[in-house]
């Protein structure tokens, strides 16, 4: 089954860290735009991270920025979200995705090649920071 799954996700207290996983099935992720996207109760979905599958490239939102970060394990099939730090605010259902035109509102220059057959969203990973 062609698919993105996402894990890793939980109850964490104010400071504390989590590594969300986003594992491909059925296709290379080492040739797609990865981006992590949120969405918290109320609020519209946010661009928090995306990968260029061009080179090495990074972007960040900026309430993220030093505090959380994006990783490639090609090995793996994997794209993964390290948070540091996290906060109350960061408490949202997290999700990867390799859909090209997502990522260009809020990272434009975070690009790829396009291939409509491997743009997919996971379902999510709930991350709830509370003490």
């Known amino acids: 089954q062609v698919q993105l799954v996402e894990s890793g996700g939980g109850l964490v207290q104010p400071g504390g860290s989590l590594r969300l996983s986003c594992v491909a099935s059925?296709?290379?992720?080492?040739?797609?735009?990865v981006g992590w996207f949120r969405q918290a109760p109320g609020k519209e979905r946010e661009g928090v991270s995306c990968a260029s599958s061009y080179d090495d490239s990074t972007y960040y939102t900026d309430s993220v920025k030093d505090r959380f970060r994006i990783i490639r394990d090609n090995a793996k099939n994997s794209v993964y979200l390290q948070m540091n730090e996290l906060q109350a605010e960061d408490t949202a259902l997290y999700f990867c995705?390799?859909?090209?035109?997502?990522?260009?509102?809020?990272?434009?220059?975070?690009?790829?090649?396009?291939?409509?057959?491997?743009?997919?969203w996971g379902k999510g990973t709930q991350v709830t920071v509370s003490s």
């Open positions: 995705t390799t859909e090209l035109l997502a990522m260009e509102p809020s990272f434009p220059h975070c690009t790829g090649v396009w291939d409509s057959a491997t743009e997919f």
């Open positions: 059925g296709f290379s992720l080492e040739d797609s735009v």
